[in-house]
């Protein structure tokens, strides 16, 4: 019994080792990176600076605790970031908003980024929004996070975020000179002055200089917005050009809410009609938002950067455990370039470890397919990777032309240390290990595929030296404690099994073979109650 259930502990250690990935730095998308700035040219061919730094923050609200779900939101954000981060903005994203975490993420922002004169600012809620009639007659419009009750009015205006709100704090302590609100939810517009369908777009000239506070709204009130959005397919069509009425190479937010209220309402599929303006202070209603239409050559160039800066954050998900993070990412890299084999493996990782079986396949055969002829470093090493359960001959050449072209790469020694184990070539796997911890000191998995390493050799003394290393490196690291309990319960220490068999399910309730291990134990000091019960929650967790 003892000896089947630590086999177990071994195979699972060999398939997370394969998804950590050290070869990138983690470099998230914060007040650290600058949006880029844009530069027109206006009447007389004179050249200015119109922007310093291009910022937006995408909001959505998926998971309501007491409204509609709205399932379609989260891909809607993905979206939106993307064609965003196209125009040369540094993008931030909030999924989930109750109340007290939208006010706190508005705030910050507007703090970080909307205090510089010459920075833009676009803020993109995806949602439901909801109107009620104020004290005074108006149809108010607010916004809803996903903690706003439904059906007692009173309530719910202490948890919806009122268009008053929007008009009168947010966008009021903002010192940027242009800002574009834009909400794709349906509710009464009319704290801003709508324009007509008639209405004529300025041309960009030094008007789009002054300052503005623009809005524009996927519907007004008694409209709904449906789950899979047709405003946002339209919105990111008119950034892409569609929307450049005049044709000189810019959008103007006001092309765009023209664009979006043609498009919106006459689309055969919608019963919306978009709403569009500028705030009525007239200090804030002179000038203009401004996107300039890149280049293919420029979007190219995004599309590269957009993809490594995606890499490195699924990347990063998967080192901390983030699957949905790394999910998140790694589809947003494939926007960038839908034939990165690279990001094909991170969601074949993410969902293997989410239990996605199906998922987890599918992405593996693209993985394969895509990376058959690997070009760099970072390919050799993903497709060694995808190979290493099927042929492991295969995955070690690919992790040795990953080392020969990239010397310093840690992570394709540890892959290729997990090679050699599946082949049972423990002194070779042993110095890859060792290699890609001289590398990198704080590689956590490295140290834990060597003392596993140790623990089939029964060097238990080094095993226990390094787990205990990669539970320093990772206090929370649940499989940690739980190889270091399978060691501790093959000495027959079975107290100190028992504690550290525990930690693993603190941290991670639902890994069924950390209860399998402390039945063991229990039954070891005579606790057949406490081991029965282990073995029960097991067996709900795996259905055995």
């Not at 506070?213 to 009130?221: L, N, P």
């Not at 390919?379 to 990239?406: K, M, N, P, W």
């Not at 890994?511 to 402390?518: E, G, P, S």
Request: glycine content about 6%.
């Amino acid at each position: 019994m003892r000896s089947n259930a630590i086999v177990i502990l071994i195979r699972r250690t060999i398939l997370i080792a394969l998804f950590v990935n050290s070869f990138f730095s983690l470099c998230a998308m914060t007040g650290q990176n600058r949006g880029q700035g844009v530069k027109i040219k206006v009447e007389g061919g004179q050249t200015i600076d119109l922007y310093e730094g291009s910022y937006a923050l995408v909001i959505g609200a998926v998971n309501y605790q007491n409204w509609r779900r709205l399932t379609g939101v989260q891909g809607d954000a993905e979206e939106v970031a993307a064609v965003l981060q196209k125009h040369g903005f540094n993008v931030e994203k909030l999924l989930d908003p109750t109340r007290e975490s939208f006010d706190h993420a508005m705030r910050k922002f507007i703090s970080d980024y909307g205090q510089s004169i010459n920075n833009r600012l676009l803020i993109y809620f995806a949602g439901h929004g909801h109107t009620l009639t104020t004290v005074d007659g108006r149809s108010l419009g607010y916004i809803v996070p996903i903690d706003a009750p439904r059906g007692d009015n009173a309530r719910f205006k202490q948890f919806g975020v009122s268009m008053d709100e929007i008009v009168e704090v947010y966008a009021k302590q903002i010192e940027s000179k242009h800002v574009l609100f834009v909400f794709d939810s349906c509710f009464s517009g009319s704290v801003f002055a709508t324009r007509s369908a008639g209405a004529t777009p300025p041309a960009i000239a030094r008007n789009t200089a002054e300052p503005v506070r623009q809005f524009i709204t996927a519907g007004s009130e008694m409209e709904e917005v449906p789950d899979r959005s047709i405003f946002r397919d339209y919105f990111v069509s008119g950034l892409e050009g569609r929307a450049d009425y005049d044709k000189d190479g810019f959008v103007t937010g006001s092309e765009l809410g023209l664009y979006l209220e043609q498009k919106v309402t006459n689309d055969p599929k919608s019963s919306q009609k978009p709403q569009w303006g500028k705030i009525s202070s007239r200090a804030l209603n002179k000038g203009d938002f401004v996107f300039r239409i890149p280049s293919n050559t420029e979007v190219a160039t995004t599309n590269r950067s957009r993809l490594a800066e995606m890499l490195r954050q699924a990347e990063a998900s998967l080192r901390r455990h983030d699957y949905e993070g790394a999910i998140s990412a790694a589809r947003q890299a494939l926007i960038a370039d839908p034939n990165s084999g690279v990001a094909h493996r991170f969601l074949y990782e993410a969902y293997f470890f989410r239990n996605d079986s199906d998922r987890s396949k599918q992405a593996w055969n693209n993985a394969r397919r895509l990376l058959e002829s690997p070009k760099n470093a970072m390919e050799y090493e993903a497709c060694g990777t995808v190979y290493i359960s099927s042929d492991g001959q295969h995955a070690i050449a690919d992790f040795s032309e990953a080392i020969r072209l990239d010397p310093k790469y840690a992570m394709a020694y540890n892959n290729r240390g997990v090679a050699y184990v599946t082949k049972n070539e423990y002194d070779r796997a042993i110095a890859d290990f060792s290699e890609a911890i001289r590398l990198d000191p704080n590689f956590v998995f490295a140290y834990r595929n060597r003392g596993h390493v140790y623990f089939s050799m029964k060097y238990y003394d080094w095993a226990i030296v390094d787990f205990s290393e990669a539970i320093r490196l990772d206090p929370k690291f649940a499989l940690a404690y739980n190889d270091r309990g399978g060691v501790y319960l093959s000495r027959n220490d079975y107290y100190r099994a028992i504690a550290d068999f525990s930690e693993a399910i603190r941290f991670d309730p639902k890994f069924a073979v950390t209860y399998h291990n402390r039945a063991m134990a229990y039954r070891m000091i005579g606790r057949y109650d406490l081991a029965e019960a282990d073995e029960r929650v097991a067996k709900g967790l795996t259905g055995k």
